[in-house]
C-alpha cells in the first residue's frame, strides 16, 4: 500500500469510528506501528488529526479562524444557546467565554432578563450594548485575534478580582480522554482562571466539538458542572462522559 493510499485509509477510519489506534491500524495493515505513527505525525501537521497518545482523533472544526467559524454549525450554536440562558437567573454574575456560540448566547438572552455579564471578548461585549438591562463589564487585555478575545497577564488579573455564579465556557473539542480543549495554550490558561472564578461552569459544546480534539487542555470533563450540547445522546464520547458522572443537558 503507498503511504497516500494509507492516508486515505487512517482518515477514513478516524472519520467512521472518531478515534484512531496505531497498533490497531498497524496490525489491519500488516505493517510497523512506526509507519502508521508517522504517518498520523504528517496528518497532524496537515491539520487532518490531533495526536494523542497511541494514535489519533477528529481536529475539531471550530479550531478555523473566527471569520470561518461564524458559518460552522450555526443552527446547532443557536440551539446550545438557547439551552444555556435558561441557566442563568434574574440578578446573577455571569462569566461569558468567546466565541460564536457564546456570541449565540447574547442573541438567545430574553429582553426582560436582569444581569450582570463579564466577558472578556470584545464581540460579545458589543453584541449586549442593545440589551436593555444586562449590566456589562469587559476584562482588557492584549487581543488574540484567532477568538477575538483578550488574554494575558492584565486580563488574568482582572479576572481574579470576579466571584460569578456561573461561567459559560467554549472550546474547541469535548472528549471522555483529551479533555476539555482548545488550540491555543494562553487561551487555555485563561479560561482556566475564568472557570476558577465561577461557582459553576458549564460548557457550551454545539455537536461538532463532540469527540474532537485540540492540542491544549482546558480542564478536564470531569471539572466542570456540565456540558450543554444538541449531539445525538447516542454519540459515543456523550455515553462515556455520562459514566463518569459528568452531567449533560441536551438542547
Known sequence: ??????????????????????????AELGIAEDSIRRDLREMAAAGLCQ???????????????????????????????????????PGATVLLDGGTTALAVTAALPRDLTATIVTHSPTVAAALVSHPSVEVYVLGGRLFKHSA???????????????????????????HEAGLTTGD?????????????????????S????????????LPASDVS???????PSHPVLIELSRTTTPIRYA
Open 149 to 175: 478575545v483578550t488574554s494575558g497577564a492584565a486580563t488574568a488579573e482582572a479576572a481574579r478580582r470576579i466571584t460569578a455564579d456561573l461561567f459559560l465556557l467554549g472550546v474547541t473539542g469535548v472528549h
Open 185 to 205: 495554550a494562553d487561551e487555555a490558561a485563561m479560561k482556566r482562571t475564568l472557570a476558577s472564578r465561577a461557582a459553576d461552569t458549564f460548557v457550551l459544546a
Open 51 to 89: 495526536r494523542v497518545y497511541g494514535g489519533a482523533l477528529p481536529i475539531s472544526p471550530a479550531a478555523a479562524d473566527y471569520a470561518t467559524r461564524t458559518t460552522v454549525a450555526a443552527s446547532s450554536k443557536e440551539r446550545v444557546a438557547r439551552a444555556a440562558v435558561t441557566l442563568i437567573r
Open 1 to 26: 500500500m503507498l503511504a497516500a493510499e494509507r492516508r486515505d485509509y487512517l482518515l477514513a477510519r478516524l472519520q467512521a469510528d472518531g478515534k484512531l489506534v496505531a497498533k490497531d491500524a498497524a
Open 226 to 232: 456540565g456540558i450543554i450540547t444538541d449531539a445525538d
Open 207 to 218: 455537536s461538532e466539538k463532540i469527540g474532537a480534539a485540540s492540542p491544549f487542555e482546558v
